[in-house]
């Protein structure tokens, strides 16, 4: 459980999981850039002109990012103190993650774009990177939503319940002959106006159809208003934490 | 009025109630599950490539669970200490109404989609199962709601009115000849575009028409602030109850 | 100046203009239904299928109604104590901008469905009518709003200012082949999209604009926040004036 | 550095810059009207149909503003007692930017439609007039807006990841026959999405995209609300600075 500062574990388990040694702020840093760097990678290697004329060099550079990260995986094994609290933790599972969809691509080519999940390993860096003023307003960010969470799941299974009773109702009124094929299709027309979006694929066609459109529209412009209010009530009332607080919870085993 | 806890009828009253027994909890949950399954299977039946291969198995299914419904909604009558009361309650008549679309399938063969009304029974069925957090912050969220109404009445009545009057401008302005058909038609756009849902299917030809339109969405962006206002406004008035006072308030006969 | 009540202009007068008593109270409810009905004549005469079939008794309700009007126009000219002041106050202007497009019919076809500005004489009916706690309400509204106006103003001529710059840098991105045809047409797409309304009847075609449209679409997500951050502060200082206080403010002589 | 105001350079810098002679206020009206009118030339001129009736007018009209604008630039470089900080400073590089796009019209003729980045220069106009109130309510906004920036960027960075996860996964979902062509395109329409903005060009074909889609546009619905949250909360807190104190902090030398 304690580390051996003299170790190679010891040695490694500084570098690759702290950052207060410079040797260890590098290694974040050069991390941060791979991470960007791939990702980038993996968004130009999905649109076809670019594909067609570079598809090599994007194999090479997916290749070299995943080899890198595949060893930087089994260090953080090896290194790590207690390898399987690792393994199991968020971070162990994102960056599993991160690397399995490149060797997937032998049984399913489009499943290694999934690799972009590779940029939720950013939030270690920037929790590693000690950036505290933008920790610190996620963590202010992050206590509003936490106790507003089930305020906003009741409102949630409210919206759910609406927006099924909604759709039964335009199912009927419009039937498939105006693009409301089935119940699960006017639900999801029903999201789509009661959330605003509003792409215009469905639209009512008939009278009764607008004018239940109507009332759906209005009613979710009141509607929305509601996960607003929760939000901006709990962010009022929830006092800032100090900063240096959360500069001393450094967690030097995730 | 007193509930003879020894006879038929007292049994099935607190089993079908009550969930404050483990048979009366037993209940409650095999309901919650066939009410899910059961719109389930209604949504289901609605996609046509499904519908086609399992008709007959759908028309079972709902039978089968229209039946249940049927006995239970019989049962509540006959345990019920004051059956008219049940009747003419807010459960009653939603138990009511979610079996009658099935019945109504010989007359209108698309009613019986309407079965998904039964997702309203589900209210009762949270309550009945005290899962008092869900139920504490649904109370929180109603009583905003309930003190914001009349501000809100306003708002929507002003809404209304300005919603005829661009609808008729707009009729006028842009004219059949570029979708706008009628003034209920324009006053349809108007509510599409100021809820900023914009779907797109009726959108502005002319100069004009697109110039009053960007001060209608212009508007639309300040207006949606009046909702919001009210509503956090008011949450943020209205003390949050204390949870136990939810928990007492247990109706046996509802 | 003061008010003869035995003289025929007297009488008038207060049935036409108050509400405290019998006759004036049923004058205001006739006139509330004849304003209601007029509207939706107007609006049900603009379905072209209707207008066809009943053209003929379109034609005679709504010249019946506008009889009204103007007889009722003329007679409160005649039994308010100072004509002028009536004729240029909001109320005059409004009961006059009501019977007008009836008679611009003849140069205009179209023009006599503005008819429907008519519903703004309903907000001195339910003035008159003491509805009082939606008159209150309403007046908590105002109030609000009209003390975050200048802070709205001054958002919106920054709303104005962006919607130009962004406007033209698309013109000249997209430019005339992608439907961006000129730089209004362009504004006309960048309010469109800023305030989320989104009609898709103008889209970027090109990688750049997509981008751009990407970077304008989170700037918008950000930007309807500040309307509505406004709006709820003025209205959580506004405090609440007590409704009796607006009871006793009636005005007879609007 | 001290100013002397009898030279010529001295007279020039007071009318310039200042606002509290007569001639300088002049001056300042004049400019205001330059520039409404110049952008107004330049917006009229990109409209097809009336450009090729009225090219050269809107030439010599464009001429006509780029020489008065590029000789006050030049006078406002000779008559500063410190060019350089001009050059260098806000508006000084405003200035410029506002008469480049002309001269550049010989290289690229696009171009010089971004010449209605001559809007800017209104700040200073704005300001210099002392519009107080204006001044006054902005200075509000923006320092509301500059202590919500931070919380609002660790917002925008996880909206960037978000994005870019629904990105991807709708690209592998729907797949490039669906319209889903690129990993980029794809983050497109999920900006599209989570705006609300919901342009129509991409939608979700598939069964699997629109279940995707349909929670996509729900937690869309509850992210709006933090922005919202955010700035209402820092509004509410930041007591608004007396209007006076603006006034005082006037700026010759900007």
Redesign the interface.
């Known amino acids: 459980m304690a580390i051996n500062r003299n170790s190679l574990r010891g040695k490694l388990f500084i570098i690759i999981f702290g950052a207060n040694t410079k040797r260890g702020r590098l290694f974040d840093v050069f991390l941060l850039w791979f991470i960007l760097i791939s ?1 980038l990678v ?2 130009l290697e ?3 002109k670019i594909r067609d004329q570079y598809e090599s060099v994007f194999f090479y550079l997916e290749t070299f990012f995943t080899i890198i990260f595949t060893v930087e995986y089994f260090l953080r094994i090896y290194s790590h103190p207690k390898p399987l609290k690792y393994l199991l933790s968020f971070y162990g599972i994102i960056d599993l993650l991160s690397i399995i969809p490149y060797y997937l691509t032998y049984f399913s080519p ?2 290694h ?2 690799i ?2 590779r ?2 390993r ?1 939030l270690r860096v920037f929790r590693i990177l000690k950036l505290s ?2 920790v610190h ?2 963590q ?2 992050k206590s ?2 936490a106790s507003s969470l ?10 759910v ?1 609406l927006v ?2 909604i ?3 335009m ?2 009124v419009e ?2 002959e105006n693009g409301f ?5 006017s ?2 027309w029903a ?3 009661i ?7 469905l ?1 009512p066609q008939t ?1 009764l159809g ?1 004018v239940i ?2 009332i759906v ?2 009613m ?3 509607i ?13 009332r929830s006092q800032p934490p100090v900063a240096s607080k959360v500069d001393q919870a450094e967690c030097l085993s995730c």
């Open positions: 990702i993996v968004c999905s649109v076809p489009a499943s774009y999934l972009t999940i940029i939720l950013l003023s933008f307003h996620a202010v960010l509003a939503l089930q305020k906003i799941t009741v409102f949630m299974l409210f919206i319940a099924l009773i759709g039964t109702i199912y009927v039937g498939e094929t089935s119940i699960p299709q639900i999801y999201i789509v106006t959330t605003t979006v509003g792409y215009g694929d639209t009278s607008q459109s109507s529209m209005i979710g412009y009141a929305i208003a509601v996960p607003t209010g929760i939000v901006t009530v709990e962010m009022s």
